[in-house]
């Protein structure tokens, strides 16, 4: 079975083919960053824009690569929510126009289920399983029944990880996006420097807010008084809290659920230490721990083909194109994830 994966919701516009859920024949990727990054964030209507302007190139050089026509695709999947609501839009109008010109069955996928079936392509996933879901936008701890059933079992209550990484970076004069920036200077610099107190929340929810005014805070004392500081301290001293709260609450939920395996998912997958500390401490209790490999931790289309094809083996049925709800609203009304 050959899908065809199709992902525009943030800044990156991604087309995949992928054969049976596992194969990668191919999975081009136009990232905005250098775009955004003047900005210090992604700017929606750039954003819709560059999508726009790159969508039907790419779509070429996947087919390309993966040595196929549309004649040969049996599925379009595309990630129709959550994201920015202009960017969402280009590729949702783009897979149903490929859809109705062509007669290829669509499949509308959710982002977030896209990043956690990445883990399915590259691992004998054993469920039910915890995923810990960690990107820009999100920050939740799902459980997933042997029979693909998620039940989010908590989430953050203010900003997702990946924000907070983003934020402070941007107040510290770091770059964007932040996360792989402060993971690369985590090494530089001391964990211990700032004691950062863990947010008093229930048991799976998070709360970052806090842990970026934390940090913040520091910098303007240090910068109201004239004094230097490490940025690198700061950096490490982020990671470390972060990276403690996420494993912890995490082996929490697999002991309460009595669940033997872990995935993480989403841009923050990427984090080293997240990788390894969170191995290391599931390992010691019997849990294993996988993570998809790094070009499929960040946005792709081929976790959004991988996520439909679970999805059609668990059952899902495609709709004609044209009864989608309009050609021209994001509002799949009849989804329900
Ligand atoms: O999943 P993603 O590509 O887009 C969203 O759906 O949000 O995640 C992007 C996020 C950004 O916040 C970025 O800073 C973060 O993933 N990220 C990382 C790393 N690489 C990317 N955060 C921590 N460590 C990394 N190595
Ligand atoms: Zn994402």
Do not use: W
Not at 81 to 98: E, T
Not at 223 to 246: C, N, P, W, Y
Not at 321 to 331: P, Y
């Amino acid at each position: 079975m050959l899908i065809l994966g199709i992902e525009s919701s943030c800044d990156e516009t991604s087309i995949a083919v992928v054969k049976d859920g596992k194969e990668i024949l191919s999975n081009n990727i136009s990232s905005q960053i250098e775009i955004h990054k003047e900005y210090g964030g992604v700017v929606p209507e750039i954003a819709s824009r560059q999508h726009i302007k790159n969508i039907a190139a790419i779509l070429d050089e996947s087919l390309a690569q993966a040595n196929v026509t549309l004649d040969d695709i049996d599925y379009i999947a595309v990630t129709y929510a959550p994201g920015l609501i202009g960017a969402l839009l280009v590729g949702v109008s783009f897979a149903k126009g490929l859809s109705y010109g062509h007669n290829i069955p669509l499949v509308p996928v959710h982002h977030i289920k896209g990043h956690i079936y990445a883990n399915f392509a590259e691992h004998d996933v054993k469920l039910p399983c915890i995923a810990l879901v960690v990107s820009g936008g999100h920050t939740n701890i799902i459980h997933i029944d042997e029979n693909h059933k998620f039940t989010n079992l908590g989430g953050t209550l203010d900003d997702a990880v990946g924000e907070t990484m983003d934020k402070v970076a941007r107040v510290i004069g770091i770059g964007y996006p932040g996360g792989p920036v402060i993971d690369r200077m985590y090494y530089e610099g001391n964990p211990e420097f700032l004691k950062i107190p863990e947010p008093k929340v229930g048991e799976y929810e998070f709360s970052f807010s806090g842990v970026k005014t934390n940090v913040i805070n520091y910098v303007n004392k240090m910068r109201m008084k004239g004094e230097e500081f490490k940025k690198e301290d700061l950096a490490a001293s982020l990671q470390k809290t972060i990276v403690d709260i996420l494993c912890k609450k995490v082996l929490k939920a697999c002991e309460d659920k009595n669940v033997k395996q872990i995935i993480i998912a989403g841009g923050v997958a990427a984090n080293s230490l997240l990788r390894s500390q969170l191995k290391e401490k599931g390992e010691a209790l019997g849990i294993e721990v996988s993570y998809p490999s790094m070009k499929l931790c960040t946005d792709n289309g081929a976790m959004i083909a991988i996520a439909a094809y679970h999805k059609l083996m668990n059952g899902y049925k495609p709709k004609d194109s044209l009864s989608l709800n309009g050609i021209a609203t994001l509002n799949i009304a009849d989804e329900k994830e």
